[in-house]
């Protein structure tokens, strides 16, 4: 479970990111983030994961406060949320299997353990036969599923993806979408920021649309409610 | 940490070397061509010092006696001046022998201006030569020979002569040579030092991208440091043995084929043998320590995201 109690965020620089922002997203749920580009979205899900800590405000994560964790202790909150992003992030030096190994490695896990699960995510992503392939070989869609078997390789509770269809094109994004799904189905909660609105009006989901860094809509099963 | 961690970190320590390839090859090139130079110097450092100390080393006290000093008086001389501590040498000269050295070392030139001189008419006295053990402090030895004179009722020393003056500015000299050396090889170390951490950072900037990637997958920092630690430490390794064994080498040829030449100036080389197990020793050391620090240093600036 997932908790923000009136969060504010402004950067060094001044810009007022997040203005008083409070939600609470439940286990296992699927939430949709909409909003102009710089309305405080990116800066949300970084909260999530610790890449930045709140200016004012609570946030816990799994039941860990997340503002207030010691840096020694980022490590092992993060080693629970999957973090996918637009441009995918793959080590470029290592292979499809290696990249996804890699995040189970840092958990010291077993290789003989490493071995089975990662085949298993990378059968589940339907890459099976690229485990060997180098990142730059493969196409957008299929870097992209790299990096969502990377996300899951550790069975995280949350999966926070930054427009992960945002460089591919629309049918390869509907196979992301897919799989996003078929993860969710298995019990993990999904966050996921996007400007696709046909996604969005496809599959129903909750959505929470931030501008100028407060929500101004929250719905069960909402619309995207912007013109592109 | 586990075991199998650690075999982990020394995998990837080693993987990362050939991965990175390029990197690989321009850290290992600015250590061989830094720490050669550096070897090089430490090399031509070493042997002005041990000219040096052969130079010094030659200098002695010339101690002379009167003419009629009896054989009891010499031994009891040779004794107490035997017996300062900064002696470590002390050779009975007779008029005899002296005359044969003075026809020796003047030659064919000198025959004749000696001639008629022979055991009967012996113009020479007696002396002693002393040798130190520390050649700078040649002075004090020779002050505390003239002490010893002086206190002798029959005052059976005529003079103490050890090149005074000269031998000072030998000294100055030679002090002056081997700091010059030092201050060459220290600034050489720094400047060593530089170049290296500061290819091995570049190699490091260009990856920054994957410590980001690494944190944000939930690594620990240690987790991260590791195999860039062992990188380090094997870059620098395999750099300095390749410079070692060039200059090894390199000054083996060099003691082979000057030895003719330099031997009939009287010079030494300092053998292959004393000069490799320093520069080995310095390189190896210094060389292995560089890559790990500059490794190390780096990847901590980009682990505070």
């Known amino acids: 479970m997932i908790e923000l109690q009136d969060i504010w965020k402004t950067y060094a620089d001044g810009t007022h990111a997040l203005r008083g922002v409070s939600v609470r997203i439940d286990r296992n749920e699927f939430v949709y983030l909409v909003g102009p580009s710089g309305a405080g979205k990116s800066t949300f899900m970084k909260l999530i994961y610790r890449e930045e800590i709140p200016t004012k405000g609570q946030i816990s994560v799994n039941g860990f406060n997340i503002g207030k964790l010691k840096p020694r202790k980022i490590p092992y909150v993060r080693r629970n949320i999957g973090v996918i992003f637009q441009d995918y992030r793959l080590l470029p030096k290592l292979t499809v299997y290696e990249n996804i190994a890699f995040a189970m490695e840092v958990i010291e896990a077993p290789r003989r353990v490493i071995k089975k699960r990662t085949m298993e995510v990378l059968e589940l992503v339907g890459l099976k036969g690229r485990h060997s392939s180098l990142p730059q070989q493969l196409s957008g869609g299929e870097q992209q599923r790299v990096a969502i078997a990377r996300a899951i390789v550790n069975n995280p509770s949350v999966i926070v993806a930054d427009e992960p269809t945002g460089n591919l094109d629309p049918e390869t994004s509907w196979g992301i979408m897919n799989l996003l799904e078929e993860i969710n189905f298995r019990g993990t909660t999904i966050i996921m920021a996007t400007h696709n609105k046909e996604i969005v009006n496809t599959l129903r989901k909750r959505v929470i649309a931030i501008e100028n860094g407060t929500i101004v809509r929250d719905e069960v099963r909402g619309e995207y409610g912007y013109e592109i | ?305």
């Open chain 2, 1 to 305: 940490m586990k075991f199998s961690t650690l075999v982990r970190h020394l995998r990837e320590g080693v993987k990362n070397v050939v991965r990175n390839g390029w990197m690989t090859f321009a850290s290992v090139s600015s250590i061989i061509i830094s720490l050669f130079i550096l070897g090089a110097f430490l090399l031509l450092a070493m042997n002005v010092n041990n000219l040096a100390d052969q130079i010094e080393s030659q200098v002695q006290i010339r101690v002379y006696l009167q003419l009629n000093t009896d054989d009891a008086k010499i031994n009891e001389l040779k004794n107490t001046i035997g017996n300062i501590p900064e002696v470590s040498k002390i050779e009975f000269v007779s008029k005899e022998k002296g005359l044969e050295a003075l026809r020796e070392s003047m030659g064919a030139d000198g025959a004749e201006l000696l001639e008629g001189y022979d055991q009967t008419n012996n113009p020479l006295p007696d002396s002693f030569t002393v040798e130190v053990f520390e050649p700078q402090k040649i002075a004090y030895a020779a002050k505390q020979i003239e002490a010893i004179g002086k206190t002798d009722e029959s005052s059976p020393i005529t003079s103490v002569k050890y090149g005074k003056g000269t031998v000072e500015s030998l000294f100055k000299i030679m002090n002056a040579v081997r700091n010059i050396g030092l201050v060459i090889v220290a600034g050489l170390g720094v400047t060593a030092m530089f170049l290296i951490s500061n290819t091995i950072k570049t190699t490091i900037v260009a990856r920054r991208r994957e410590i980001g990637i690494m944190k944000l997958v939930g690594a620990t920092n240690n987790f991260i440091r590791w195999p860039f630690f062992i990188e380090g430490a094997l870059i620098g390794c395999f750099g300095s043995v390749v410079t070692v064994v060039l200059l090894l080498v390199g000054y083996s040829r060099l003691v082979e084929v000057s030895q003719v030449e330099l031997g009939l100036m009287m010079i030494k080389l300092v053998t292959l043998k004393d000069a490799g197990y320093t520069v080995s020793v310095l390189i190896l050391g210094l060389g292995t320590l560089i890559g790990i620090w500059g490794s190390t240093l780096s990847v901590r600036k980009y682990l505070k995201v």
